[in-house]
């Protein structure tokens, strides 16, 4: 063996149990750690203050200082990769480019081209799965189709996972590997075109010290998940989805975690983690849905009414129901939202706003420090009863029912709507109900303080039951709550 390599960072920024890594540096005379500002994604993020870019700095950070104490180093580019990895694939004289596969349609198709490139060259790319524990079809219905449907999915999912076990990639054998050189300091939000965000005013620490840190106050809490996971004021989840999202923890690590805590809560989370192979699997099996179609085609052409007013109040917080508007803020202010109020406000703009989900999706993809393709798609048609195993379209939420059952003393909504501090935990829920019975001694002035409801949630379940009815190709079920 007297070969170096490239190991290309993406989703995967973390320098334990990584395969591309573990492989790279078991395979590998010297090993150069690389990652990329890719200006073509770069130039799509609309905010400058993306909290993005400074969560994968700060995860970049850790990754740099690690490297050095192995007297090794990260290399950070910004611009093209598939110019740029092949100038650094020659820089080093490396022969391979070892990278862990990315399974959105741009990376994919990026990928291949720069592999082609590199094989011109004589450089091998080696691909390799893990951001997922099974991918595109290894998981198949006993007719060798992908699963469209969750629950007998998640059965064979479990099933193979408790016959194959879990093993972790341990690259800590093989750190000698790493190439011993020094690279220049990491580039800053301002060369990035960035500016500095509110990130450290969130509980939301970076790296992979970050996410273990979060790891372990989530395990002291874990037999309560199964509960406490839908009371948006409680901390009931994990708040792992952002290191989900860049890798900074391995998935491997948390499925073997829950499998090996016996408890309700745990189970209910490994569910959680099988939700989004699922989806990463639905994206790589079902192409249209890449295209922002609708999984089910007969919805593809639902007659939204997309009035542009009422999407700027709900982007907004003002349409007038406060737990749609305490979600929304909640997103505006942290780049995170609580994932039954996204069930709740995408279920809201669909369904009582008639507006079409891929607005919804789109702002989603522009706000959410967490944002993940195939999820916020999987979610956003779920809501929508567009998409693979999804919500019927005739089940509705209610947004005050909603709200009475999962805030019932408003907590959540008077921490990001402080104008209705005032008001009873029955009053929070619909205030405009209790204004228009003594509105001289109503706490707060609706229309001044607070608005009014935007529309009428009974008039507009009915508009959207013949919204969807008007679609379908075939006869549906009766309609009922």
């Known amino acids: 063996m007297n070969k170096n390599s490239i190991i290309w960072l993406r989703r995967d920024l973390r320098l334990y149990d990584n395969a591309a890594l573990f492989h790279a540096l078991k395979d590998s005379n010297q090993v150069f750690p690389v990652f990329i500002f890719d200006i073509k994604i770069l130039s799509e993020l609309k905010n400058k203050k993306d909290r993005r870019i400074e969560f994968i700095l700060r995860s970049l950070d850790e990754i740099k200082k690690s490297l050095n104490e192995k007297g090794s180093d990260l290399i950070v580019e910004m611009g093209d990769p598939e110019s740029l990895i092949p100038k650094l694939i020659t820089e080093y004289k490396c022969k391979s480019l070892y990278i862990n596969r990315d399974y959105e349609k741009y990376a994919k198709d990026r990928d291949n081209t720069i592999s082609e490139i590199l094989s011109n060259k004589e450089v091998t790319t080696l691909r390799f799965k893990d951001q997922v524990l099974f991918e595109n079809n290894e998981i198949l219905t006993q007719s060798n189709n992908p699963y469209t449907v969750f629950t007998p999915y998640k059965n064979n999912h479990l099933k193979r996972l408790n016959e194959q ?126 295209e922002k179609k609708s999984f089910k085609s007969q919805f593809e052409n639902l007659p939204f009414e997309n009035d542009e007013n009422k999407f700027e109040a709900w982007k907004n917080g003002l349409t007038g129901f406060p737990i749609i508007d305490a979600a929304m803020r909640q997103i505006n202010q942290t780049g995170y939202m609580h994932n039954r109020l996204r069930m709740i406000v995408s279920s809201f703009l669909v369904k009582d706003l008639l507006i079409d989900w891929r607005w919804g999706e789109q702002y989603f993809e522009d706000n959410l420090i967490d944002f993940d393709f195939s999820a916020n798609n999987g979610g956003w048609q779920w809501a929508a009863s567009t998409g693979c195993d999804s919500q019927p379209y005739f089940r509705i939420f209610n947004p005050v029912l909603q709200s009475e059952k999962f805030d019932r003393d408003g907590v959540f909504i008077k921490k990001y709507i402080p104008q209705l501090a005032p008001l009873s935990s029955k009053e929070i829920h619909q205030p405009w109900v209790y204004f228009e019975k003594d509105k001289d001694t109503f706490p707060i002035k609706l229309g001044i303080d607070y608005p009014f409801p935007i529309v009428d949630h009974k008039i507009q379940r009915d508009k959207a039951l013949s919204m969807y009815k008007a679609c379908l190709l075939y006869t549906s079920p009766s309609p009922r709550d």
């Open 165 to 290: 076990g879990i093993d972790l990639y341990n690259c800590d054998n093989h750190k000698d590997s790493f190439a011993k050189f020094a690279h220049k300091a990491l580039p800053t939000l301002e060369d990035l075109t960035f500016e500095k965000t509110n990130l450290d005013d969130l509980d939301l620490p970076a790296g992979t010290s970050g996410g273990k840190e979060l790891l372990k106050k989530f395990c002291n809490n874990i037999k309560n998940y199964s509960t406490n996971r839908n009371f948006p004021a409680v901390r009931g989840v994990s708040y792992l989805s952002v290191h989900n999202r860049f890798g900074t923890l391995s998935i491997r690590h948390l499925a073997k975690l829950a499998i090996e805590t016996d408890n309700d809560g745990a189970s209910t989370w490994l569910s959680e983690l099988i939700w989004r192979d699922f989806y990463f699997q639905i994206i790589a099996n079902f192409p249209q849905v890449s």
